[in-house]
């Protein structure tokens, strides 16, 4: 049946929406599953183990997992404690609906057309909102700490349907194409008097700072560097912009409009932004903030560090800057889990708190579901942008101009349209953004591992309609293991496919995981909210488990703070190699072997290198099993990590041989199988990543010579995925595997947003 109705309320089964008198209910992801199932069959009584195996039917859960979902469904349909009008609970056996059910089939409405009012829907989404149960995480090579676009970073991803974000617009904005043109137009940036854009399009091959009419005409080039010009950002008397470049090493440079002199202010720095007087810009270290900077517009001098030590202590999942210049940030982590808007003070000296719980029951604050944050010139309303349905949506958030206290958010745009890197007309009325498409996929390509020798064109492993998360190749090259995330939905699934039978199979809802040496098993970690006496989630604790692909997965160590991050398999295939941590997430990583054996281990069987203040990701053994390749990354300097080479027998070793140290960001290390080559990715001078090699001393495990590149892909329309981590590296002795993007999009223009 589509519809059920009971009482005041009616489910509609195919958008997943609760209704009260008409009215959406927010109700979260798994507790509507848990209601359907439960209204189907209405009068009978549903043993645990029932729902469970119904909710959950691939997965082992506790039973706290479905007494939290019962919660959240009498939570949704108003029953106070203690209430059993609807659900009715019979002790130590299961859970009734006892109340009376209508059932309609499907039936012809006005409002059930998706492409009504201009191809928004009128009826709102179902909120989908912290799920109960296994929760999957993945970290990244080099950085625990960042979400970012040119880094590596941790990642915990629910083990849940897809967040799905609530709202209506109450106006539908009218949208119009603003660019057009091959490629990618992006970074949009408005004039100060609302009468032009600048942006980064790729037109000639590499991103350049680009100015044209909102108006129409045609668009007016503003740099022309060799590499990727990209985030302007127009002074405040609309002569000049600031823009992150790739060229003579990167940086952070200024240019007159009319295309005069650029100069460099900062040699590092992304996503600048002016401060209102126009004599100094505040910028960010990374595309995902670690720290805040502001440097003197004219430059000459050093940039100074802001709010060093409270950016520093957490994730943080977006960041924007007030139109006063006051750095802004939102985190969606363990710490914060419904999520923390903090605003700096005029001097950027303290952060404090800001209210946002308007926003929760619309699901913006999810953690996966927030993207960015945009502020209006006025200080009075952000646009946010977050995924509803795996598609990236914009929404208006009212805000209080003294308290900053978020109002009642606002939907603007829906499916189709993909609206992200947005910003905000100076009279708050106009949104402007980047309507793209992105495609990544596994590509093969035949290689000579040993000759380091591309020997032809690839073939793609994976659907376009699947968005590639992480990937790991069986040491011999015969499966894929992989991460990806189904389109429209946020859930990530692991996926491993047989490479000479094309036969793919479902492994878990987690990110990641690591095919043994002899083919058979699959490690990956796991997490779940874990409890306490008091039967309140308090915290997440991890496990580490392994999959027989003809068998049943298990757990080889026990629930706890701490977690093992598997990325290799030891030799006799009776442990695994990866980091450890041993606080929980985030928290200091160190290199380890983990014992699979029949008992559960709570600890590694050895660490093999740890140093205060470094981080550790990535390790591989060497093809002789004597060294043992990673990649470091030292917490007090976030921007750049290092490959190091240790011995196998190391035994909590501080020192390493470092690796590369004229590469800024090289990652993911794998060997060649006769191990005189150490392969990694590494960021070139055009802003794209490539594969590189560096000759390797077996005997000594230590650099031989330069590194060397290995693949050109340089090319918006077909390069390597530039985020690291959702990037990967499969390397065998005739196979090479890497994640190939390809981004395509216009910007556009929605109008009538409330100001």
Known sequence: ??????????????????????????????????????????????????????????????????????????????????????????ARRGYRFVAEVRAIAEEAAADDDPAAVDGQSKVPLVETKRVEGRTVIYAGVAAAIVLSLLGTGLYVVSRRPPPVVSGTPSSTPNAKRLTYGSGLQTDVSWSPDGRRIAYAWNRGGNFDIWVQSIDGGDPTQVTSSPGDDRQPAWSPDGQRLVFRSESDGGGLFTADVQAGPVRRIASYGH???????????????????????????????????????????????????????????????????????????????????????????????????????????????????????????????????????????????????????????????????????????????????????????????????????????????????????????????????????????????????????????????????GSRSTGANTSREFALAVRELDGRERLVSRWGRGGMLADDWAPDDKAVLGSWIEQGFPGQTALAIWPIGPMMATRPGRVLVESSGVNFWQARYSPDNRWVSFVAQRMRNPGTVEIGIVAESSNHASTWTRLLEDHVWPDKPRWSPDGRTLYFLSRGAGGYFNLWGVPIDPARGAQAGKPFQVTHFNSPDWHIEPNMATAGLGLASDRLVLPMQNVKGSIWLLSGVSP
């Not at 848990?34 to 195996?53: D, F, S």
């Not at 082992?60 to 979902?69: G, P």
């Not at 004599?279 to 100074?304: C, H, K, N, T, Y």
Request: charged letters at 25%; glycine letters at 8%.
């Open 271 to 529: 996503r600048p932004a002016w401060m209102p007087d126009g004599r100094d810009v505040v910028f960010m270290d990374s595309d995902g903030l670690r720290a805040a900077f502001i440097v003197a517009a004219d430059g000459g001098e050093a940039p100074r560090r802001i709010l060093e030590a409270e950016l520093s202590r957490t994730i943080w999942a977006a960041s924007a800057i007030h139109p006063e210049g006051r750095i802004s940030v939102i985190t969606t982590g363990k710490n914060f889990p419904d999520g923390v808007f903090f605003v700096a003070d005029r001097t950027n000296s303290r952060l404090r708190a800001v209210d946002t719980s308007a926003a929760v029951p619309f699901g913006l604050l999810e953690p996966n579901t927030l993207r960015s944050l945009t502020w209006n010139a006025s200080g009075t309303g952000l646009i946010v942008g977050a995924v509803s349905d795996g598609v990236p949506t914009l929404w208006r958030v009212p805000v209080e101009p003294v308290s900053l206290r978020w109002r009642t958010p606002e939907r603007l745009t829906t499916a189709p349209m993909r609206a992200e890197a947005s910003a905000v007309s100076p009279d708050g009325t106009r949104v402007a953004f980047t309507n793209a498409h992105t495609s990544t996929r596994a590509w093969l390509f035949p290689f000579d591992a040993n000759g380091a020798r591309l020997m032809g064109d690839g073939r793609a492993l994976t659907d376009e309609d699947l968005a590639l998360v992480t990937l790991s190749l069986a040491p011999d090259g015969a499966a894929l293991c992989y991460g990806a995330r189904e389109a429209g939905r946020n859930r990530i699934r692991l996926l491993h496919t047989n490479l000479a039978t094309g036969r793919t199979t479902f492994l878990a809802e987690t990110r990641e995981g690591v095919i043994s040496r002899n083919g058979r098993r699959v490690a990956y970690p796991l997490t779940r909210t």
């Open 1 to 90: 049946m589509r519809f059920y109705e009971f009482d005041q309320f009616r489910i509609d089964t195919k958008r997943h929406l609760l209704m009260r008198d008409g009215g959406p209910v927010a109700i979260k992801g798994r507790a509507f599953e848990t209601l359907v199932l439960l209204v189907e069959h209405a009068g009978r009584l549903l043993e645990k183990e029932e729902l469970m195996n119904r909710l959950w039917p691939e997965t082992a859960v506790e039973e706290a997992n479905l007494t939290q979902n019962i919660f959240e469904v009498r939570k949704a349909l108003g029953e106070v404690p203690g209430e059993q009008r609807f659900i009715a609970t019979v």
